[in-house]
């Protein structure tokens, strides 16, 4: 089968700076791939251009079957995003920015299916700015879906959400994917990627420089000879944390 | 379309729980209207007029009989000298003589008619302005019952004269024309500032909703809106102040629309070249507030200074102000502010390039 996002020597340069020097790589359909990096790798630039928001200066990128650089409008058809540093309008009920976003894409929807599908359907009279972070990001996912896109493009979800909140984002996101959307995200949070993503794609100064799953990519560093010299233990800080304080969802 | 209505439906719905929003958009000019037309100045325009009789004749007593009945006009009578200097000392707005030769007759040919000679105080422009309108209308009246010729003009001249102008029928249209200023400049400055820092339009931008659809139902909203706000500030200026609106209110509400395009435009324009809510608001004032003041909207344009009156006369809320006015107090119709209308086309026209060339969505 077709990958569903193909990407061939992208290309994008600010003056310069590199930004996005010669990226490929593909991600299968029904994959939850996570591109991983330090600040300034490169990562939301290729997103932004996987996105049709941002145009590259070269190379292809193929998503979902429409080729992004001659049709970035037909592509934003197809998809869902989350994007960082991005708001609602204000003075919007929860209810109304699922409504509101589907105009955009010319839909009619059922908003409180789509917002029971994130656990949001007891927030639906509240306005969307009152809402927890957690919860925001949640809306912003229902928000994501309106359109019933092949792949959703999710830019640091978890950032910034308490440990509760974060692992039932994960919940969340394998529930999307096992109704058939491809996951796309990016995270500085390793963990989230070892624990959330089949594979995962390193990028540093605007190249990959590994592409694999968890597990293979640590098996081939440990092949290298890498050892930690730490001794093994059978749980960590987070676990404790969430002994103490219970997997329950914190709101507000 | 569908999107375009749609999005203008649920942006008004929006506006409607913004506190904020509504506070300067329909409390702020309605509490503009209440301070100035209650505190005010008295309700009516009251003209103190002085009179010198030279002529001293009966033509001219009944000449001063027939002003005495219009009630605008406070008059009193004294010698020349004495009149003039309380004309300076500010206690009469407006000196009449009556030249020595007055009569009430048609001219003989070749002679020349008597010449009534009028002293304003300038400092009382509001003042000298309607009385000089009575008096001339009172005269022409004269001169047509005197010469039988166009009564059907007589007529119209009979209703302005018949009228009490209060203050508040001057303010309501300057209130309605500051409005549509604020509504135009303010909601799209600080509305685009806010949505672009806080990435709301990047956001919308990720949808396939095409920009020209998103920015017709932005215009599209606060053009609704404008016509709402002329509609209750009219609604209460005739209700709670008694104003009359002499002119059409669609001929009023054309005028306030192409004003709002105007203003819209220039909006769009300022925000173009602004990134935070704190240069949003200096521009915005420095845009607005001029025109506050040049443009006639508490008190008559006479009052301008001379060297800002070459700049005040063409600004665009002089324009809109102007033809509000004239549809508003004397019944003018859209023929008849031609001139004002013409000038809000080329401020719409020119606004429009600059609104073009310097707005972003990003």
Partial sequence: MAPIVSVRDLRKSYGQIKAVDGVSFDVQEREIFALLGPNGAGKTTTVEILEGLRSADSGTAIVAGVDVRKDPSGVKERIGVQLQQSAFPENFLAREIVDLFALFYGRRVDSMAILRSVGLEDKAKQKQDKLSGGQRQRLSIAVALVNEPRVLFLDEPTTGLDPQARRNLWELVRAIRARGTTVFLTTHYLDEAEALCDRVAIMDAGHIVALDSPPALIEALLKRGFRKPVLQQQANLDDVFLDVTGHALRED | ?362
């Fill in chain 2, 1 to 362: 379309m569908r999107q375009i209505l749609g999005y203008t439906v649920m942006l008004l719905r929006a506006y409607a729980r913004d506190r904020t929003a509504l506070f300067f958009g329909f409390f702020f000019p309605l509490l503009f209207m209440v301070l100035f037309g209650v505190l005010n100045f008295g309700g009516s325009v009251r003209v103190n007029l002085g009179m010198v009789d030279e002529a001293k004749n009966d033509q001219s007593a009944s000449f001063i009989a027939t002003l005495g009945k219009i009630d605008t006009l406070k008059i009193t009578s004294g010698e020349r000298d004495a009149q003039l200097a309380k004309l300076t000392a500010g206690d009469l707005d407006l000196v009449l003589v009556i030249p020595s030769n007055f009569r009430i007759a048609p001219a003989a040919p070749g002679s020349s008619v008597p010449t009534l000679s009028l002293f304003r105080n300038s400092a009382r422009a509001e003042q000298g302005a309607v009385g000089g309108a009575i008096l001339n209308s009172v005269i022409d009246q004269l001169s047509f019952a005197v010469t039988q010729t166009a009564p059907v003009v007589s007529l119209k001249s009979e209703e302005v004269t018949g009228r009490n102008l209060k203050y508040v029928d001057f303010l309501t249209p300057g209130i309605v024309g500051m409005t549509i200023m604020q509504l135009g400049i303010s909601s799209v400055a600080f509305a685009f500032v806010a949505d672009r820092q806080r990435g709301v339009i990047r956001r919308i931008m990720a949808t396939s909703i095409p920009r020209r659809s998103y920015m017709a139902a932005h215009v599209l909203q606060r053009l609704i809106l404008a016509v709402v706000q002329v509609l209750i500030l009219l609604a209460v200026a005739v209700l709670a102040f008694k104003v009359t609106v002499v002119g059409g209110l669609p001929s009023l509400l054309a005028v306030a629309v192409l004003g709002a395009v105007v203003f819209l435009n220039l909006g769009f324009a300022v925000t173009g070249l602004l990134t935070t809510e704190n240069q949003a608001a200096v521009a915005t004032q420095i845009v607005t507030l001029p025109q506050m003041f040049l443009s006639g909207v508490f008190f008559s344009r006479d009052a301008v200074p001379a060297f800002l009156k070459p700049v005040a006369d063409y600004l665009p809320l002089t324009f809109l102000n102007d033809a509000l006015r004239a549809i508003a107090t004397t019944g003018a119709s859209l023929a008849d502010v031609s001139g004002q209308i013409i000038g809000l086309v080329v401020w719409a026209i020119l606004s429009f390039i600059l609104a073009y060339r310097l707005f972003r969505l990003d």
